[in-house]
């Protein structure tokens, strides 16, 4: 999601006449788009706009702007830490960049925090590939985990309209790129905002709707979304990405915890046997679906035979990638409050074996790709290897093998896998021979 900002955020600059640069060191103007997902995240952007803001010292006419989910948490408390800093903006506001730094160049210093309507973007978003793009559908979340601080920095949800995100998925088509990631914070929360319901009562808009109406723009060869809530989730999702062949066989599915008590404590509304069921239905109509979540350690009160029963859960399903977290307390969140917080120690070691294991299946996920071949999208060259190009297979999964970028980016290779590892596959291209006429 950050991404996909940084993306519309740059192409409205360079849209206004400036020109990328590398070095921090070179640039008239810095714009830190930042995460408050948990404290680390948050303590990064204080180290860098502290070297930026001695450089201003020097150099007054250097604009500098803190934009993102740190802004919104913070809003005028930022620029009393950092007065050098020019414009403070939330996530709300990363289409009005523009506007807000025109201010900014009459002399204003700038805050913008306030809840707004998002506008569309007008601008072209400066997208870091050529391949694959990002479209958010819906920002903000009504949700209330009671860990997680983005419905405070990034408000309530509201949906883009089908029609705005098909145009953009058009233009995308149009100028070559090739899969799309749909994107939403709660992607199965998708249109609840929208007017219009079915004559059943459903909703007009659905994700699963969605997926139908997109699916057949010309150039896009591969469809994802993300993230998926298990409370939501739908078997009539499941059923549209199985008959859909464009969507992509990956499902990122957050669960947080295998503990009932705790998936409760987090308001998360479902309990580890909807979760295991979901799965089940996935595979039953895709026994080959890719699955990967979140999960969080050490939240508060969290007892060791809790945090084994998140172990079971990731022994049990096996999970293609597992994204862990050890609980990091955030401003204005309910569980940040409460009284049996974990030591960092406990956490970390929690963190350490549930890491261990989701090393382990995940190899073991991998083996299925051995010796078969697998349709992969080829976005880069390896930055490790140039003789090599790198890709994703429909599951998600990197995929390595040689080749030359400037012959085969953006194209779908069948690559024969002869190497697999947890996280990454490595194959060669198979020869596609031209039939002879004798
Ligand atoms: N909207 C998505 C993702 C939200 S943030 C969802 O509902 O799943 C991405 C991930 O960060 C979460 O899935 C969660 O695992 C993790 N996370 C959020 N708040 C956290 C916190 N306070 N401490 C540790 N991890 C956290
Ligand atoms: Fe945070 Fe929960 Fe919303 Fe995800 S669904 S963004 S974890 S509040």
């Given at each position: 999601m950050n991404k996909a900002d940084s993306e519309r955020m740059a192409g409205i600059l360079e849209d206004m006449g400036f020109e990328w640069t590398e070095d921090p060191n070179q640039a008239d103007v810095i714009l830190y788009n930042t995460c408050t997902i948990r404290d680390n995240a948050e303590q990064k952007v204080y180290s860098y706009l502290g070297r930026q803001a001695k450089r201003k010292h020097e150099q007054p006419d250097l604009t500098l702007i803190v934009a993102g989910c740190v802004a919104q948490q913070e809003g005028e408390a930022l620029l009393r830490r950092v007065p050098e800093l020019d414009l403070v903006m939330g996530p709300q506001h990363a289409n009005r960049l523009k506007d807000l730094l025109e201010s900014v160049f009459e002399g204003n210093q700038v805050v913008a925090t306030e809840e707004v309507h998002i506008f569309e973007d007008i601008t072209q978003p400066r997208r870091d590939s050529q391949v694959t793009a990002w479209v958010n559908i819906i920002y903000g979340c009504n949700e209330r985990c009671t860990y997680c601080v983005v419905p405070n920095v990034r408000g309530v949800e509201q949906s883009r309209t089908p029609e705005s995100i098909r145009a953009e998925i058009e233009q995308l088509g149009k100028q070559g790129y090739k899969e799309i990631t749909l994107l939403g914070q709660n992607i199965d929360a998708y249109g609840r905002d929208l007017p219009g319901s079915t004559p059943e009562g459903r909703h007009l808009h659905t994700l699963t709707d969605l997926l139908y109406y997109v699916?057949?723009?010309?150039?896009?060869?591969r469809i994802r979304f993300a993230t998926s809530h298990p409370r939501y989730f739908t078997e009539r999702l499941i059923k549209a990405c199985a008959e859909l062949p464009k969507v992509c066989e990956h499902f990122h599915i957050p669960f947080q915890s295998g503990d009932n008590e705790l998936l409760k404590a987090m308001s998360r509304g479902y309990t580890h046997e909807k979760y295991r069921r979901i799965i089940d239905t996935i595979r039953r109509y895709m026994p080959d679906a890719s699955i990967s979540a979140d999960a969080i350690v050490g939240f508060p009160g969290e007892t060791e035979a809790q945090f084994e029963n998140t172990l079971k859960l990731v022994e049990d399903i096996g999970f293609d990638l597992l994204n862990t977290a050890a609980y990091s307390p955030r401003p204005g969140t309910p569980a940040a409050l409460w009284d049996h917080q974990l030591s960092e120690e406990v956490k970390s070691d929690r963190l350490q074996r549930l890491n261990h294991l989701v090393n382990i299946k995940a190899a073991e996920r991998s083996q299925r790709y051995l010796g078969r071949t697998e349709k992969v999208l080829v976005e880069d060259q390896n930055s490790k290897d140039k003789t090599q190009v790198m890709g994703r297979t429909g599951g998600n999964r990197l995929t390595f093998f040689t080749g030359d970028i400037h012959q085969l980016k953006g194209q779908i290779v069948e690559v024969k896998i002869t190497e697999v590892r947890a996280f990454s596959l490595t194959g060669e291209a198979v020869e596609v021979r031209q039939p002879v006429t004798v």
């Amino acid at each position: 999601m950050n991404k996909a900002d940084s993306e519309r955020m740059a192409g409205i600059l360079e849209d206004m006449g400036f020109e990328w640069t590398e070095d921090p060191n070179q640039a008239d103007v810095i714009l830190y788009n930042t995460c408050t997902i948990r404290d680390n995240a948050e303590q990064k952007v204080y180290s860098y706009l502290g070297r930026q803001a001695k450089r201003k010292h020097e150099q007054p006419d250097l604009t500098l702007i803190v934009a993102g989910c740190v802004a919104q948490q913070e809003g005028e408390a930022l620029l009393r830490r950092v007065p050098e800093l020019d414009l403070v903006m939330g996530p709300q506001h990363a289409n009005r960049l523009k506007d807000l730094l025109e201010s900014v160049f009459e002399g204003n210093q700038v805050v913008a925090t306030e809840e707004v309507h998002i506008f569309e973007d007008i601008t072209q978003p400066r997208r870091d590939s050529q391949v694959t793009a990002w479209v958010n559908i819906i920002y903000g979340c009504n949700e209330r985990c009671t860990y997680c601080v983005v419905p405070n920095v990034r408000g309530v949800e509201q949906s883009r309209t089908p029609e705005s995100i098909r145009a953009e998925i058009e233009q995308l088509g149009k100028q070559g790129y090739k899969e799309i990631t749909l994107l939403g914070q709660n992607i199965d929360a998708y249109g609840r905002d929208l007017p219009g319901s079915t004559p059943e009562g459903r909703h007009l808009h659905t994700l699963t709707d969605l997926l139908y109406y997109v699916h057949d723009v010309p150039g896009i060869e591969r469809i994802r979304f993300a993230t998926s809530h298990p409370r939501y989730f739908t078997e009539r999702l499941i059923k549209a990405c199985a008959e859909l062949p464009k969507v992509c066989e990956h499902f990122h599915i957050p669960f947080q915890s295998g503990d009932n008590e705790l998936l409760k404590a987090m308001s998360r509304g479902y309990t580890h046997e909807k979760y295991r069921r979901i799965i089940d239905t996935i595979r039953r109509y895709m026994p080959d679906a890719s699955i990967s979540a979140d999960a969080i350690v050490g939240f508060p009160g969290e007892t060791e035979a809790q945090f084994e029963n998140t172990l079971k859960l990731v022994e049990d399903i096996g999970f293609d990638l597992l994204n862990t977290a050890a609980y990091s307390p955030r401003p204005g969140t309910p569980a940040a409050l409460w009284d049996h917080q974990l030591s960092e120690e406990v956490k970390s070691d929690r963190l350490q074996r549930l890491n261990h294991l989701v090393n382990i299946k995940a190899a073991e996920r991998s083996q299925r790709y051995l010796g078969r071949t697998e349709k992969v999208l080829v976005e880069d060259q390896n930055s490790k290897d140039k003789t090599q190009v790198m890709g994703r297979t429909g599951g998600n999964r990197l995929t390595f093998f040689t080749g030359d970028i400037h012959q085969l980016k953006g194209q779908i290779v069948e690559v024969k896998i002869t190497e697999v590892r947890a996280f990454s596959l490595t194959g060669e291209a198979v020869e596609v021979r031209q039939p002879v006429t004798v």
